[in-house]
Structures are given as C-alpha cells and as structure tokens.
C-alpha cells in the first residue's frame, strides 16, 4: 500500500482527476453507450496516470536537488525502477482500453500521450514546451467523439478551445516553480516568457478559447447563444481580465496560477455546457 499511496502522489492527482472528469463529461455530452463511456474513461485515467508518473520520475534528481520534498519519487518513498514499470504498464493499459473504441480513437489518444510524454522527455526545457499542450489538448475533446458508433472528429472550434485550454494550462501550472527550474536548468517557454507576460497570455489564450466555444456552439449566430453559454463566458472573460491586471500591477505570485487555473476551469465548463455541439 505504500507503493500504490506514492505512485498516487507522483501521478500529479489534481490535474489527472481534472482531466478524467472532462474525458467523462464529454462522453456523456457526445451520448455514448454506457460500456464506450467506461472504456472512455478509464483510459484517459490511466493515460493520465502514466503521464504524471513518468514526469516525476524523469524529474527525481532535479526534484531532490531543490529539495522538493513533496514529491515521492525524490524522497525514496518508491523506487525509480517501480515508477518506471508504473508509467508504462499504465501506458500501456491506457492504450489496450482505447482499442475496442475503434482504431481512429487508439491512434487519437496514442498522439494524445505520446506528445505529452515527449514534453516530459525533454521539451519541457525548449522554447517549444507549448506545443505537446496544444497537440494533446487540442485533439482531447476528439477522444469522446472518436468513442462513439459513428466516429467523427469534435468541431474546429472544439479543437481551437481544448488547445487554447493546453496553453493556459502550461503557460501558468509552472509559475510557482520557475526558481527550482532555473536552479535545474529547465527553460521552457513559460520561463522564457516570465511570470507577468506567461500570465497574460494565458489569460488572453483562454479568452480565445471561450470566444471560440461561444460562436462555434451557435453556429456564428450570436443569437442562437444560450444563455448558459453566456454566463461562463462572462466568467471566463471576468477571471481572465483580473489575471492581466494583477499580471501588470502586483508582483507575480501564486494568485496568478490560481485565477488561470479558475479560468481555465471556466473554459472547460463551458465546452462540456456546448452539450452535443461540438461534434463535426
């Protein structure tokens, strides 16, 4: 059981219950069977799984030489050569769970992941870090629409929202790091950037998001938008505009991630309030 309760701690479990609840309310949103929803599911949380832990474990010595002692894998709370067997096995279940859903949506996640993966591996420390964000987040939405009977790919709009969603998600998630990553020798775009301007152009990116999910979902009639659809983008707008002003005027700290991941959040409730709209 320690095993399993440090592996749980090296799989990032915020952000992969987060993203497993998404893969579900799209399912739900796109109508599929019950037995496809499942398999939907659990796929992604396994994909999720082995993407938090081969990230940390790819990142122990640079974790225990800044001293991060919440980190498992670093605190020798699990062994390297259990996490590694972990991330992979969980790989690959994620992929087995995927195949009965047809082979448009195992390949669809195999992108999703192997992008993600490859950030872990060393593009986090490019000036090309952004871009496993926009791939896997920008296809995520396309998961539960490859999922159903007649498989199909989410509408382009759907698309432009989930990587608008990715790069939030990455300009903002290593902000109360960015000291350790300099330490360590990660520079990422977000590094690159700062923590006022990554900041604001994650809010800026959800904005866009949120614009594309509003117009998108009412076919570019502004008055076919409902008034749900109304209510989160004023929200997302709302939390984006406090982002950039606090982004220019105070110094940078942890509210900023906060608020973009609010933000964010926003966003994301809104695709899946878009109901059975964003399938092409």
């Known amino acids: ?30 109508g599929l069977e019950a037995w496809r929803l499942a398999l939907l599911t659990t796929s992604v949380f396994a994909g999720q799984l082995s993407v ?11 974790d225990r030489a800044v001293g991060r002692t919440d980190k498992p894998i670093a605190r020798g709370d699990v062994s390297a050569q259990a996490a590694w067997g972990a991330a992979l096995g969980l790989l690959a279940s994620a992929l087995v769970l995927s195949a009965p859903l047809g082979w448009r949506m195992l390949a669809a996640h195999a992108l999703a992941l192997g992008s993600a993966w ?18 896997s987040f920008g296809i995520f939405p396309s998961l539960a629409t490859l999922s159903a009977p007649d498989p199909s790919f989410a509408a382009p709009w759907a698309w432009i929202a989930g990587a608008a969603l990715g790069a939030a998600v990455h300009l903002t998630n ?7 990553d300099a330490r360590t020798g990660v520079r ?7 923590p006022r301007l990554a900041a604001i152009v994650a809010a800026l990116a959800v904005v866009g ?7 998108g979902a009412a076919g570019g009639d502004l008055g076919a938008v409902s008034p749900v659809s109304w209510v989160f983008f004023a929200a997302v707008v709302a939390v984006a505009a406090v982002t950039a ?18 933000a964010a959040l ?14 092409a």
């Open 1 to 30: 059981m320690r095993t399993v309760r440090a592996l749980w701690g090296s799989s990032h479990p915020g952000p992969t219950l987060v993203v497993t609840a998404l893969a579900l309310a799209l399912g739900i949103a796109t």
């Open 209 to 215: 998001g949120a614009v594309a999910v509003l117009l």
């Open 174 to 180: 290593v902000l109360p790091d960015l000291a350790d």
């Open 118 to 135: 490859a950030y872990n591996a060393g593009l986090k420390s490019t000036p090309w870090s952004i871009v496993p964000f926009l791939v």
């Open 266 to 279: 926003l966003l994301a409730a809104q695709l899946v309030a878009s109901g059975s709209a964003f399938v």
């Open 188 to 194: 990422g775009l977000p590094h690159r950037l700062g």
């Open 52 to 62: 938090g832990i081969s990230n940390d474990a790819l990142d122990a010595e640079r």
């Open 245 to 262: 002003w606090r982004a220019i005027s105070r110094p940078p700290t942890r509210a900023l991630f906060r608020l973009v991941m609010l």
